[in-house]
C-alpha cells in the first residue's frame, strides 16, 4: 500500500502544481434574443457597456438587451475557452474542499439505485442528502449530509461536514464526521480528506484517510481519481480510476473500482462505478 500512496501522492502534486497561473475571469452575457457572448466588459454607464469577445470582436450593448450576466472562471487554450466542470465540490462520490454555489445545485443518480442531490444555501453552506432506491424493497437508506466550507481562497479550500445515515422503519443510525482540504484551481487539484465514523453512539478511533485528484483534459472531460485507505485496521484500500464526461448541464462519471486485496490475489480487479448528475442554477 505505501507504493500506491506514494504515486498517488506524486500524481496529486503534480495536478495541483501545473499551469495554476493561467486561470482567468471573464463574463458570460445572455442577450434577450437568446445569444451568448463570452469576453471581458470594457466600460459600462447605466445605459449601455462595451463588450470585447475572446475573438477581439468589440459590441456596444444597451443595458435592456441583456437577459442576464455571470463570471466564469476558465483558461484559454489555443484560442479556445476551456470551462471548469460544474461539478467541483465533489469528486466520484467524496467531498472536496470546495463549496457549491448559492442558488446553484445538482442532482445525481449513482449506479441507477443511489439517488442524491445538493443545493448551496449560502456561499459557503451546502445541504445535501440522498435515498437508495432498490425495487421491491420496503426499507431503503436515507441519508443526510451537510458540508461547510470554512475556507476557499488562493486555490485552497478547506471543510468539514457529515454524513447520517438510517434505514427507513429502523431506529438506528450511522455516518462520519469528515474534514477535506482541497489545493489547487478547478480543473487540477489534489483533495486529502479524512473522516471517523459513528453509530449507535460510538466514534470508531481509527480514521478513514481519502486522496483523490482531478484534471479537467479539456472542456468535456475530466480524469478523477479517488481512493480510501484505513490505516489503523488494513493495509488494504478501495482505488478508483476514470474519467467524467461534462455537459452544458448534465455529466456522466464512468470509472473503474478496486481493492488492493483482489489485486493481490490476482482475481477480476474492477467493479464498474457510472453516474450522473445534472446541474442547476449554473
Known sequence: MRRVLVALFLLGVSVSQVQAQEVEEFTQLILTDGSQLVGNILDETDQELRFMTLSGLEFTIRVEEIESRKTIRA????????????????????????????GTGY???????????????????????????????SEQLVYLAPKATVYNKNNRSFSVGALLGTVTGESGYGGIFYGAGTFGPEDQAITIGTGFLFGGGDVVSTPIIMIGAEKQLGSRTKFITENYFMPGISANGVLSLGIRIIGDRLTTDVAALTHTAVLNEGGFPFFPWVSFSYNFGH
Open 75 to 102: 483558461r484559454l487554450r489555443n484560442g479556445k475557452l476551456v470551462k471548469f466542470d460544474p461539478n467541483v465540490s465533489r469528486l466520484f462520490f467524496s467531498a472536496t474542499g470546495r463549496p457549491v454555489p448559492k
Open 107 to 137: 442532482f445525481s443518480l449513482h449506479e441507477l439505485f443511489f439517488a442524491s442531490g445538493g443545493i448551496g444555501v449560502s456561499e459557503s453552506f451546502v445541504f445535501a442528502g440522498g435515498i437508495s432506491l432498490f425495487p421491491g424493497l
